[in-house]
């Protein structure tokens, strides 16, 4: 079953692609862990681009889903999750797979902007937290190093409402593209599992 997540930032996608794909047997694809973990040739294209401050070419990163599309363990579907974040995008990721379910996470801005501006991260050793959703013993503190926990530059809630404008004007028209299905982010993770579940027709 190859199904694509959809959903604000901070509706927790990455976390339902993960259970999902375990659940399922099949592999949680992420377009931002692939750009991530490129190395050899395509590390050093994708490091032009961003040490030029330009985004990744869609046909580009349409080339680099089409080659992981075809590794043996996408033979019984995937999960995706960061793209497309647009019709046109959407259009393109068409003419190289067929998705079988899409599902949309949805929350609210302002559970998102709570959500996102509670995030902190250890700069030693990368340990994250969230002080709404899973703070740290100590706030401040990061509980395995005891290193200062800081916020990320674009997690301030201006900087978010932003992201979330782009994501209702460019993200929300796929939506009505695929007849995607909604499920309720801002219950609890377990809750939203056991939905998505009953929504492709798999016993939780």
């Known amino acids: 079953m190859r199904i694509l997540l959809i959903g604000p930032q901070g509706c927790g996608k990455g976390t339902q692609a993960k259970l999902l794909a375990s659940k399922l047997g099949v592999p949680h694809i992420s377009t931002g862990d692939l750009l991530r973990s490129a190395t050899g040739e395509l590390r050093k294209e994708i490091d032009s681009y961003i040490v030029a401050g330009n985004l990744y070419p869609d046909e580009k990163m349409l080339e680099v889903l089409k080659k992981r599309f075809g590794e043996s363990d996408c033979e019984k579907g995937f999960i995706l999750d960061g793209f497309p974040r647009n019709l046109k995008?959407?259009?393109?990721?068409?003419?190289?797979?067929?998705?079988?379910?899409?599902?949309?996470?949805?929350?609210?801005?302002d559970e998102a902007v709570r959500r996102l501006s509670g995030r902190v991260a250890c700069p030693s050793c990368g340990a994250g937290f969230n002080?709404?959703?899973?703070?740290?013993?100590?706030?401040?503190?990061?509980?395995?190093?005891?290193?200062?926990?800081?916020q990320r530059a674009d997690d301030t809630e201006e900087a978010i409402r932003k992201r979330l404008e782009i994501y209702h004007r460019e993200t929300e028209p796929i939506l009505e593209h695929y007849g995607a299905v909604r499920v309720n982010g801002e219950n609890d993770i377990e809750e939203v599992f056991e939905e998505i579940l009953k929504l492709i027709g798999i016993e939780p």
């Open 89 to 109: 995008q959407a259009e393109m990721l068409d003419s190289i797979t067929k998705v079988d379910r899409v599902i949309e996470i949805s929350i609210s801005d």
């Open 131 to 150: 002080n709404a959703t899973m703070p740290p013993k100590v706030r401040g503190i990061c509980d395995k190093c005891g290193g200062e926990l800081v």
